[in-house]
């Protein structure tokens, strides 16, 4: 039974592999110029800059939320649906998704009206994949956790389920879809990054935005410029996490099942931040009074669509969506099919031995990143967990760091190491670790303070200690987390790629071997086949590695070594 | 005429490629007026029993019939109360008892009227804007119950109302309940609570029906007609107290020796 599960489960995402690739060769399209948007830089633009990056990112936030509630929602209440959405879930998220931006780029260029609309549309899709996923997952989880009694009484009281959506499922989403957008805006902040300063052969592609401001002033040798702007984009992200971010998640736990008594007493908002929303409310009344003097009488009430969303005509909906959706998918497979021959004449044993030697060079930066981001991080975790003082002091701090997004630093870094020998081996090696570090501490030291009290007591009265207790007690205990933080920080990493082994500074391209590097290049040289061929061997590779290497480990460590709560 | 009454109910669960029996053969009939309590061994499948009754579980065979009507969904005349609460953490109190109101679509004025006068009923005065997790077990329990009784039902269902809470609250709580039940303020025509504490059930009902486990099957049904308020040191307390504890042991113990033949 478990068994034929797990090949269905295996089948759907192999195919939805298959298709997401068949996508991008269908959609790939040539001759199309790119122009960078960015003239000359002055301090003046900073603010306009700043908002346009602002806007970019919310407007991906609402479409990945809107998006993510319905995917989710869809999944958790159907088992039917949940056997097909969950492992296509599962894939999205795993697979490098800037691996796949070049061709997104062209092929939003290639759509829209106007090719800085089509730039515009290219980087809010790639924000949007990089927050909908987690979003969706947490949508989906709720859903289905949503304890039993709860869900009896719901449905006794209403029978209906006229108000299910806003009373239950709405209400029950909300602490965790707080806790993963926070994660989901802080992840989109480094693809918003990327987005900007990211380049496809020799022609920049480069949208007014912080990040393009920080690449630009590097590039121009304008270093106090540069500096600026990484200084203006820290302190949006911290004024977003204190004024928006903690009162949305202080006010979240409202809608959780239980609080422990301890818990609710940690003051996260701070009072400036409440004064300031006060302000804010007041300001909102007044002119709510004003409005409501000339009296609008809302269009959209909540009869109206109800009267409109009746059964029959949901139905219809419901059965055109599927019927477009089977459409598709059969337009791609066809395309696909079609494409096959060509493909095959096409395919070179030169592009494959290409791919996997930067395949290779690839893997080796990030398996250099990693030894180095986790030989310090473990130490300093352990340390932050044996003086309670010292975490309370930094904790702060590195709960704010890994929010400004690394790659925002790449135009500084390159600035400072590519006069060197190997220095953008470097610069693409620091990219990638200052992307995996933060994460792995915050997991690692967080699987390490939940270590229940009574064990910690009892290997201390017993004298159990030092490279002992370390053995026995403090990587036993970490060990789920640390494979969590590893898991996650090395899809990160397949991301960081894309960018970290490929971009212009000035007019000039920089590059090393890797298939973050070859991704670019043959797409900008129209190599269609080397393009498809790296594509399809990174996600090939990072998809097994997932599914048959971490997975199973995983799966392994969590059993033995899980804290019974 | 029965109330409620329930025809050859059969329920049957999967169990690891198994189907297991829960709920073997059940013909019950209960009549205006009675507060019935069902007693068992755990895992008898009393709770199940009362999901039914209330149309939460449809049976794999067998009918409900409820005031001459064959019970097919959710039963509008009922109304529950759960071990475990059930309360929603993201609505206060006044907001927990008047959603099923909201529901058929009553207006706010009319929800809060009734919302006030059960909040009284039940001594929740003074607590119509707490949410559920700033109040005590028991407080929560009589949400619980002013959420069931503001639908106005004729018939209660009880799934261990007072398992879930300390004994000195439960004690309270079982008296309240019982002079709501005398005094007729409310439109209650029957109560129907499943138990494990046989003392709580001779205390507080008319009838009590006695379950077997593995399958489940009604064993026995006993008449209580002690006056109220009953005292627990009686001797005809302590008398039903026996027969009904050994009605219940003994359906467990021949059940043991069964099993490994």
């Known amino acids: ?565 | 005429m029965a109330l409620l009454e329930l025809k050859n109910i059969y329920q049957t669960f999967p169990l690891k490629d198994k189907e297991i029996v829960v709920l073997n053969n059940i013909n019950l009939s209960v009549s205006e007026g009675e507060y019935v309590s069902l007693v068992g061994p755990s895992g008898c499948g009393k709770s199940t029993l009362l999901r039914i009754v209330a149309g939460l579980i449809k049976p794999t065979s067998g009918e409900v019939w409820f005031n001459g009507d064959k019970i097919q969904n959710v039963n509008p005349y009922t109304s529950f109360v759960f071990q475990t609460f059930g309360l929603l953490p993201w609505l206060d109190v006044t907001e927990n008892i008047t959603l099923g109101l909201e529901a058929k679509g009553i207006n706010l004025k009319e929800r809060l009227r009734k919302a006030f006068k059960y909040v009284d009923l039940v001594g929740l005065e003074g607590f119509e804007e707490a949410y559920p997790r700033e109040l005590s077990g028991g407080m929560k329990q009589r949400v619980g119950i002013a959420r069931a009784l503001v639908m106005e039902p004729t018939l209660l269902l009880m799934d261990e109302p007072f398992t879930a809470l300390d004994v000195f609250t439960a004690e309270n709580l079982r008296g309240e309940i019982i002079k709501l039940w005398i005094s007729g303020k409310l439109s209650l025509k029957c109560i129907f609570m499943v138990t494990h504490n046989i003392e709580e059930a001779i205390f507080l009902s008319d009838r009590i029906v006695i379950m077997s486990a593995h399958p489940g099957e009604i064993i026995g049904d006993v008449k209580i007609d002690l006056p109220r308020p009953r005292d627990r040191e009686s001797e005809d307390f302590n008398k039903l107290y026996d027969k009904i504890y050994s009605m219940v042991i003994s359906s467990t113990v021949i059940n043991k020796e069964v099993k490994p033949v």
């Open chain 1, 1 to 565: 039974m478990k068994g034929s599960n797990k090949l269905i489960n295996l089948t759907i995402q192999i195919t939805s592999i298959l298709l997401l690739l068949g996508l991008v060769y269908i959609f790939y399209k040539r001759q199309i110029t790119i122009h960078g948007y960015i003239s000359t830089l002055t301090i003046k633009q900073l603010p306009f800059y700043a908002i346009r990056s602002l806007i970019r990112m919310t407007s991906a936030y609402l479409l990945s939320l809107f998006f993510s509630f319905i995917y989710g929602f869809l999944a958790a209440t159907s088992k039917k649906r949940e056997a097909i959405m969950l492992p296509i879930l599962d894939i999205l998220q795993s697979i490098p998704i800037l691996g796949f931006f070049p061709a997104a780029v062209y092929f939003f260029v290639s759509i829209a009206p106007n090719k800085m609309l089509g730039a515009e549309f290219a980087a809010i899709f790639l924000i949007f994949t990089s927050q909908a996923w987690n979003i969706a997952f947490s949508v989906y989880e709720s859903i289905s956790m949503i304890p039993q009694d709860v869900t009896e009484a719901y449905n006794l009281f209403d029978p209906d389920g006229n108000l299910k959506l806003f009373r239950l499922y709405i209400p029950a989403t909300i602490p965790k879809l707080v806790y993963n957008s926070i994660l989901s805006w802080t992840n989109g902040w480094f693809f918003l990054v990327a987005s900007e300063i990211f380049a496809i052969g020799t022609e920049s592609f480069r949208l007014p935005g912080i990040g393009s401001f920080i690449m630009e002033a590097a590039s121009q040798s304008k270093i106090s410029l540069m500096f600026l702007g990484v200084l203006v984009l820290a302190i949006v992200i911290i004024f977003l996490d204190l004024f928006i971010w903690k009162p949305i998640s202080h006010w979240s736990r409202r809608f959780t099942y239980s609080v422990s008594p301890g818990e609710e007493e940690t003051k996260e908002v701070w009072d400036v931040v409440i004064i300031f929303w006060e302000a804010i409310g007041k300001l909102l009344k007044f002119i709510l009074k004003f409005i409501q003097k000339i009296r609008l009488k809302p269009v959209l009430s909540f009869k109206f669509i109800k009267r409109f969303w009746q059964r029959r005509i949901s139905n219809i909906v419901r059965k055109a969506l599927l019927v477009i959706l089977i459409g598709f998918v059969l337009f791609v497979i066809v395309n696909i099919a079609k494409a096959i021959p060509s493909i095959i004449l096409k395919l070179k044993l030169s592009d494959f031995l290409i791919s996997f030697k930067a395949l290779l060079y690839s893997f080796l930066r990030i398996l250099i990143s990693y030894i180095i981001a986790f030989s310090w991080t473990f130490p300093t975790a352990i340390f932050l967990f044996r003086h309670p003082r010292a975490a309370r002091f930094i904790s702060p701090i590195i709960q704010i760091l890994p929010s400004i997004p690394a790659i925002a630093f790449f135009p500084l870094i390159l600035y400072f190491l590519l006069p060197f020998k190997n220095g953008m081996n470097m610069a693409a090696i620091i990219v990638i670790l200052s992307g995996m570090q933060w994460y792995l501490l915050f997991t690692i030291y967080g699987g390490l303070k939940a270590i229940p009290e009574d064990l910690q007591e009892f290997t201390e009265s017993f004298g159990v200690k030092g490279m002992l207790r370390l053995k026995r007690l403090l990587l036993p205990a970490a060990l789920p987390s640390i494979m969590t933080g590893t898991i996650t920080a090395v899809g990160g990493a397949w991301n960081a790629l894309v960018v970290a082994e490929y971009t212009t500074l000035g007019n000039k391209a920089v590059s090393v071997t890797g298939i973050g590097s070859i991704l670019n290049t043959s797409i900008a040289s129209n190599n269609q086949s080397l393009f498809i061929v790296s594509l399809f061997i990174m996600v090939a590779a990072v998809f097994s590695m997932n599914h048959f290497v971490y997975r199973p480990l995983y799966d392994k460590i969590l059993d033995r070594y899980r804290m019974e709560s």
